[in-house]
C-alpha cells in the first residue's frame, strides 16, 4: 500500500492513536523497542518499491526517524503491528493525512505475508476513521504492480476511483490505482465479512 506524500493539516482528520486490539493483532503506537525489528523487516526492497516514502537501504537511523515522525503525529496516525501474546513486530498501518483527505496505508513484512494480517489491520483502521472522524470519504491506493494489496483495499469495500502517478523515494515515478471508501458502503459492511 502507498500512501501520498502531500500533507494536510485539515483538523476534521485528527485521530488519536488508541490500542486497538483485533483477533491475532495488537495495535499500538510504535515505541523504542521495536527499532531492530522494525530496521530488520523495512530493509527489503520488496517492501520499500512498494511504498511511497520507505528508503532502502532502512537501518536503525531511518527507523529512529519513523519513530519520530510517529510520534509528531503531524500527517496522521502510525500503527506497530505485533502478533497477539507475543507482540512480535509484523509491519506498520495508519492513517494518512494528504490532499485528497485521510489515506489508509500499510506494508507488512515479507515473513508474514499471505497471513491477512492486512486485511485485519486495514479493517480495524478503515472503522477507527470513521468512527473517530467525520470523514465521508476513506482513500487508499496501491501500485498497479501490487495485487496482493489491491486484495486488502477490496476486502475492506473501496471501490476502484482511477489511476495516478506517485512519486516512490525508491522506485521514482509509478502509476499507482486510486480507490475510495464512502461513509455509506462502510457502514453496510460493518460486519466485515469475510471474502
Known amino acids: 500500500m502507498v500512501a501520498e506524500a502531500e500533507d494536510s493539516e485539515d483538523e476534521s482528520y485528527a485521530i488519536d492513536c488508541p490500542v486497538l486490539v483485533t483477533e491475532r493483532l495488537v495495535m499500538r503506537a510504535p515505541h523504542e523497542g521495536d527499532i531492530a525489528q522494525l530496521a530488520e523487516l523495512a530493509d527489503n526492497r520488496h517492501v520499500a518499491e512498494m511504498l511511497a516514502r520507505m528508503p532502502h537501504p532502512y537501518g536503525e537511523a531511518e527507523a529512529r526517524a519513523f519513530l519520530a515522525m510517529a510520534k509528531s ?19 506498520c498501518a495508519g492513517l494518512n493525512t494528504t490532499d485528497r483527505g485521510l489515506e489508509l496505508g500499510y506494508w507488512i513484512g515479507e515473513p508474514y505475508w499471505k497471513k491477512g494480517y492486512a ?29 496482493a494489496s489491491r486484495r486488502v483495499i477490496h476486502k475492506c469495500g ?11 523515494i525508491v522506485a521514482g515515478q509509478v502509476p499507482v490505482e ?18
Open 73 to 91: 503525529r503531524r500527517a496522521g496516525i502510525a500503527y506497530a503491528l505485533t502478533l497477539a501474546g507475543t507482540d512480535t513486530f509484523v509491519g
Open 119 to 147: 486485511t485485519e489491520a486495514a479493517h480495524a483502521l478503515v472503522d477507527l476513521a470513521f468512527q473517530r472522524t467525520s470523514i465521508q470519504v476513506l482513500h487508499a491506493s496501491t501500485r498497479v504492480i501490487n495485487p
Open 158 to 168: 473501496f471501490q476502484y476511483a482511477g489511476q495516478g502517478m506517485l512519486n516512490s
Open 178 to 195: 486510486r480507490y475510495r471508501l464512502d461513509r455509506k458502503t462502510w457502514t453496510s459492511l460493518r460486519n466485515w465479512v469475510h471474502f
